[in-house]
Each structure stands twice: as structure tokens, then as C-alpha cells.
């Protein structure tokens, strides 16, 4: 779908998938005006196809929109363009579990142009892959490294929207995770260097016994929508749920103490992962007893039932295809 200037979005169209065409001077090579989305559509028991809380991923598009100074693309339109993908493409929906067809809608200024301002002219497309259960081994605790050098995001930044450039200032980041032999990053605050942010592409969240807490929403963290949905399960289920502010110093005392019982990340890509350690410059620990806690595993199914249509939708959050 194009957007112009004056005209606003025009020329809705489906075509096979093939590459873009563009000028050098296209102003989102030079001024990176870009902003994307990710979901999953699974099957369901009866072989329909529902997408997962596609409305909170339009809003989040909006919201990012603002910050990058692009057009919104309105709610009705961002799902009616990703239906229209997975209607073409339903035959590539996995038949069942926790496989599924992933979706990437994203946004590019189209503009021609060396001037720093936003341009007139945008192009909102959505693609698919099919994708498989993240960890088709069984579920594998990751090793995460707390990041004290660099910073994902600063109050006033654009740590709150999912734009390119905040995973280009991550890679720099992840690789010294792993060169110290670390899966993902954890994100700390920019100011104290303290403060628990987020993951890579994952939330965070602290179980101690039957309270789950995750970082509150600074402004410089990603709004996760698996984040905000295990607020509402995990309530469902019986446990406290709510947001606080952890730091480096209570992840590592209150798990020594025996009190943090588990901690897992969570996101569209990997559902809910458990992480198994934790490495810093300063300190190297083992999160519980480095295994998948069980608290971790009741809410990563009572997740992916509800996604898989297993259970009963009763927040109404699956998108059926229409
Ligand atoms: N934080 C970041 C930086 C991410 O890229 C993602 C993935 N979108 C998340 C958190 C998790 O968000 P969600 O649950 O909406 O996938």
C-alpha cells in the first residue's frame, strides 16, 4: 500500500513476493525512517487460521509511526493487509502446534530526496515465512549477558518504538555477548546502568514463588504484546502479576537468597524462553538450578493453548480469518 503526501493510502495491491526497486537517493537508505511489526497466525484445532492480538500490533505500528514521523497506518487497514497475505498464503500455516506462519509488516519511506525531514511519500508492505517451534529439541535455557557499556535506548529516544535503528545500535552489543559465550543481551537503563530493561527482542520477567514481575514501561523499553498478555494469564492462573523496577544487584542477591525462583524471557519469536545464567563484567551466576522452572513452563503452555485455539479464547484476542 503506498502513502502520498495530500492523498494519504492509495493502490492497495497483492503481488508475489520479489524485490524492491529503488533509487539511491531513497530517503529511508540515508535516514532510516523505518518501522516494522512481527506476528504469528496459527491453525486452529478445527483447521481455520487466527492471528494473536493483531489490534495490539496496528496500535503499536501507529505508535511507532509517531515517534518516526510517518504516516499512521489505521487498524482496519494493517489487519486487512495482513489477511489478505495469509488468505494467499494459508496453505503454508503449519497444521498444527506451536509452528506457525509468521508475519512482517513494515514500513519505508519512498521518497527521493537528500534533505534531513520526513518525506511525502511511504510504503507499507507485509510479508510471511513459516516459522517452527523455536526450540523443536525441547525447551533450552538461554545464557544472557548484562550489556554495562552500551545502551539500547535513552529516555526520549525511540526505545519504545520498533524501529531499525534500534536493533542496528544492538548488534554491537550482542556480539560482546557472545563473544563472552552469552545468547542474548539484557538491556540496562542509561542513566545508572542498573535498572533490568529488556532483552535483544524479548521482555523479561521475575518469578519469585506465585508473584511474576517484569520491568515497568520507562519509555525506553519495547511495549511487548506476549509481555502484556502473561499480566492477564498469569492472573487467570491465580498468580500476582505485576510491573517493578528490578536491578542488577536484586536479580543477583534474590537468587542467591533463593526468593527469585525463576526468570524467563518472553516475545512473538520465541513465546516464553527460561534464562538458565547470567554473566556481567563484574559477576557470572547460575539462575536457580539453570533448568526451565515450573512456573516458566505453566505459563508458556497456558500461552501457546491459547494461541493453538486448545483452550477457550475468553480475553478474545484471536483474529480469526475472515
Ligand atoms: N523487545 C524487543 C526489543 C523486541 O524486538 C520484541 C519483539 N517484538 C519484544 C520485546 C517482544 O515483543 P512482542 O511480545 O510484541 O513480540
Given amino acids: 500500500v503506498k502513502w502520498t503526501e495530500g492523498r494519504g493510502w492509495h493502490d492497495a495491491e497483492l503481488t508475489p513476493y520479489a524485490p524492491l526497486s529503488m533509487d539511491p537517493a531513497n530517503m529511508t537508505l540515508h535516514y532510516a525512517q523505518t518501522i516494522f511489526e512481527g506476528l504469528k497466525a496459527y491453525r486452529q484445532p478445527d483447521g481455520t487460521v487466527a492471528t494473536f492480538r493483531p489490534e495490539a500490533n496496528a496500535e503499536r505500528f501507529r505508535s511507532s509511526a509517531r515517534r518516526m514521523a510517518m504516516p499512521e497506518v489505521p487498524t482496519e487497514l494493517f489487519i486487512a493487509a495482513c489477511d489478505a497475505l495469509i488468505q494467499q498464503d494459508k496453505g503454508w500455516v503449519p497444521s498444527s502446534g506451536e509452528a506457525s506462519l509468521y508475519l512482517r509488516p513494515f514500513m519505508i519511506a519512498s521518497e527521493v530526496g537528500l534533505g534531513v525531514r520526513p518525506a511525502n511519500e511511504y510504503l507499507f508492505i507485509v510479508i510471511a515465512s513459516p516459522a517452527g517451534a523455536y526450540f523443536p529439541g525441547g525447551v533450552k535455557p538461554v545464557s544472557v549477558w548484562l550489556s554495562e557499556e552500551y545502551v539500547r535506548a535513552v529516555k526520549g529516544g525511540t526505545g519504545a518504538a520498533k524501529t531499525g535503528g534500534n536493533y542496528a545500535a544492538s548488534l554491537v552489543a550482542q556480539a560482546e555477548a557472545a563473544e563472552h559465550g552469552c545468547d542474548q543481551v539484557v538491556w540496562l537503563d542509561a542513566v545508572e546502568h542498573r535498572w533490568i530493561e529488556e532483552m535483544g527482542g524479548m521482555n523479561l ?41 528490578i536491578s542488577t544487584e536484586d536479580w543477583k542477591r534474590d537468587n542467591e537468597a533463593g526468593t527469585l525462583t525463576e526468570v524467563f524471557a518472553c516475545g512473538t519469536a520465541a513465546v516464553i524462553t527460561p534464562v538458565g545464567s547470567v554473566k556481567s563484567a563484574r559477576a557470572n551466576w547460575t539462575q536457580g538450578d539453570g533448568e526451565p522452572g515450573a512456573v516458566t513452563m505453566r505459563l508458556r503452555k497456558a500461552l501457546l493453548d491459547l494461541q493453538t485455539g486448545v483452550t ?3 480475553h478474545g484476542w484471536m483474529h480469526p480469518l475472515g
Fill in 205 to 245: 520477567y521475575f518469578v519469585y514463588g506465585d508473584r511474576i514481575v517484569t520491568p515497568s514501561l520507562t519509555g525506553s523499553l519495547l511495549p511487548g504484546i506476549t509481555r502484556d498478555s502473561l499480566l492477564k494469564i498469569a492472573r487467570d492462573l491465580g498468580y500476582t502479576a505485576e510491573e517493578g523496577r
Fill in 312 to 314: 477457550p479464547d475468553t
